[in-house]
């Protein structure tokens, strides 16, 4: 039982690379955040770097890619409702 | 060594109120709810009657305004979580173990503990009663008439808190009965033979645990502006009161659907059992109860079509609205086929059934009628809307929950009731529910306003509201006989048989009361309406228990946590050092939880 | 059913998993709703208040990013502490532990310096006629704050040192910030008492090991999650903050 385990978890070495990458995906957030002339386009590109640092967490820290898809539905469930009500929420109000 | 941390025993066979205070035996414990969220709704309806003697004629004396603000926001806040939810929960927790073939649910503790918090929650609310004034807003407390500038006493406080508390039972609950049905089935119980109940339920606990949250927040911010002074709803700094609206609806309108699709599920245990035919079309039905739970997400703005939110949105509510409408009528034409060409046993749990259907489809009419933004203009606010809400939830959630009762009443009580005082409880309730509500249909097109505390006579209304006021009366007169007939037949019916009814699923199988293991096997299931099929195929035979049965250990800590929930809640409405005192208290009672140990059964 | 890149089945459940895990998830999607609610209250909110700082006057995004930092490495020193104990490292998971407990504090630590910066929030106005400074604030600034500000300049002084804080009274981003930030700070210290108490267990005889591993297991899920909303709300609080058209 045991064995199985083991050889299914991610060795420390992909861990410590996983922090290696979301330590680059922060320092490239910050960078970006300091190039002005981005403009607008700063908002997509930030989000989508979160959203990579949040996938990379979940995925990989929180095992979920290597664990059963009840997990990853209960989850997501719970995740995407959650996106669609702030982003209904700021449309009624009037954000965009 | 001694243990770590210091460990108490568990306690071993403990009697009497003990045994009540420390037990976690899903059994005793949906009853213990099923009998508080009773008295609770006795007293609900004793705010009821008050606010219709108010007003069964013009200009009446009986009732001041601001005594009338607590009544109506006092009975539909007790009405809607302390009576529906927690009968709601009584089933779950009696039903659901037994339905899918299990011993107990996930988590024991947590169950017992949803319920003492429960009960916590409506000593919470019902306290400030006495404590100066019960809350004054409405069940659904708008800002900004909750903030502190208008609402300066501590009823609202105990709304808040008591709110927050029971939230943490019905979440507590709800993560469980996830739990349990998707780990605690019985073999070959696969999700396509679940009872439609056990379905339901599964689709409510969902639904609890994503919209609680919202109302958490919601109630969360109101409360920082009333005690913390901040700016949520404050108009001066920019708040803006529709946010609140839009929160609580958020959490509101999956509320209501967590109010009936339980009721839908014992309806559609009901009607099979005495058509002596299965559910017509059972995927269909639950794919439907899936359909709503996921649409009911999108729909909440069609309690503020009269807020001024703008065309597009009122366009696109109002389309949701008609929409959602089609799975909830797809589920009434599954129950009419069921009807067809059934053997039918016209007993009194079948007739709550069958009385369910039209009285919940004419609320469901009233409903599709409110939900054309245009023609909402004319009804929100007014009395047709109390006739819609009373038709889906007492018409609905509740007349299915008396049938329950009385459905199951021989598998929880051990004994028959009487089924003369029963037929006779049925057509007076029957009855009086239509006479009490329909008569609002008229006086709300005829522009009469919710939550008025009087009227005056030159508006012609005051015919129908005596109507209604009689019908109250009779219906209170009905419930006495419904009483009547449950206690004295607790105590004196005849016994009863494992299945009176030759009914279909699995609790049936087993003896009347259960044992507290349940099961002395746990079956292998093969089927949808397994226990049926097992009896058409001469199946069944008297199981003997092969070995050790492992029950869960009574245990303190739950009761303890509750208490430590219940002075913190007071704690925090009038003094910080006693919200301290209870979160050590609830603190203490959750590490003693965790640490545990789990006596050996002798 | 049996998968073979599932670890996890090997339990007397009807789907093999453990009852606790199953738990922890459903949590973890119904707190999803709990932080969007707050998010969406604050992002409803931005730019509408009436008075007071905005994010640009406060927000220090060298500062944040450290905190944001050590939040991360908290959690890589957290799946390595599960990992040791997977492999039965006992020693070493307790030193990864204790690491996540404190980087979680100094976390806290920051978010405490931080607030209390932002209540005070001392500015530095130049005296001068159309001083730019005071141009920019002058909206935002209380009467009282303005009659400090030409109180102290007309001690013939270069500049006013005014004081331009923001508690959770002051305004809109007063409120919806430091409650939201507030109520993961309090989530992030939920989950320092848990892991602490979690590493003075470990110290009792077999209760945690290679094989008895679901309570760290279920803690450290709690504790990425508390990383994840952290990455949300840095992000959306912080960056686009300070970003102005935003």
Redesign the interface.
Known sequence: ??K???S?????KI??S??LI??LL?AI??GI?YITSL??W??PI??I??IA??AL??M???HLK???K??TI??????I??????FA??T??R?F | MTSFPLQISRPIHPTGIWNWITTIDHKRIGILYGVTAFILFIIGGIEAMLMRSQLASSNMKLINPELYNQLFTMHGTTMIFLAIMPMGAAFFNYLIPLQIGARDVAFPRLNAFSYWTFLAGAIILNASWFLGGAPNAGWFGYAPITGKAYNVGHGIDFWIVSLQVLGIASLAAAFNFIVTI?NMRAPGMTFSRLPVFTWMSFITA?LLV?AFP?ITVALIELMFDRFYGTNFFITSAGG?PV?WQ?LFW?FGHPEVYILILPAMGIVSEILPTFSKKPLFGYPVVILSGIIIAFMG?MVW?HHMFTVG?GPV?NSVFALTTMAIAIPTGVKIFNWLATLWKGSLTLNTPMLYAIGFILTFTIGGISGVMHSQAASDAQQQDTYFIVAHIHYVLFGGSLIAILGGIYYWFPKFSGRMYNETLGKLGFYSFFIAMNITFFPMHFTGLNGMPRRIYTYSSEFGWDFWNLISTIGVFLLAAAMIIFIYNIVSSWINGEKAPADPWDARTLEWSIPSPPPEYNFAVIPTVEHRDDWWEKKMQNKTSEEISSGDIHLPQPSYWPFVVSIGLLIAAFGLIYNIPVAILGTAITMIGVYAWSFEPVNDPD | MS?S??????EDTT?G?NNR??LM??F??????F???L??TY??Y?GKSVTGPNPIDLFS?PVT?VS??VL??S??S???AY??L??GRLKVFRVWLLSTVILGMTFLGFQVFEFRDFTVNEVKISCEQNSPKYLELENKLSNSQKSEYKKQCSENLESAHIEFGMTPRTNLFGTTFFVLTGFHGAHVTIGVIWLLSLYFYSFKRGAVS??RHLDVDLA??YW??V??VW??I??VVY??G??E??
Not at chain 1, 74 to 79: E, R, S, V, Y
Not at chain 3, 5 to 10: A, E, L, Q, V
């Open positions: 039982m045991n199985e385990e083991t299914n978890h991610p060795t420390p861990y410590i996983t922090a979301l330590s922060t957030e910050i955040f403009g607008y700063m908002i930030l989000s770097l979160s640092k949040f967490v979940v990989v820290y929180m290597y664990e059963t009840i997990f209960m989850f997501l469930t719970g995740l409702l959650a996106t669609a009500i702030v929420l700021m009624l109000f954000f | 998707i969902i994503l919202v803006n946010l839009h958020v997400w703005s939110l949105a | 998968d890149n599932n670890d996890s089945i090997h789907t998993l895990k199953l998830w459903a973890l999607g119904s707190d999803c709703m932080f969007a609610s998010i969406a992002l409803v931005k995004i990013s944001t930092f991360l490495m959690s890589m957290m799946v390595l990992s040791a997977t492999r290679a094989e450290a899920l990425h999650f990383d994840i990455i949300i840095f992000t960056l686009f300070v970003y058209g935003f």
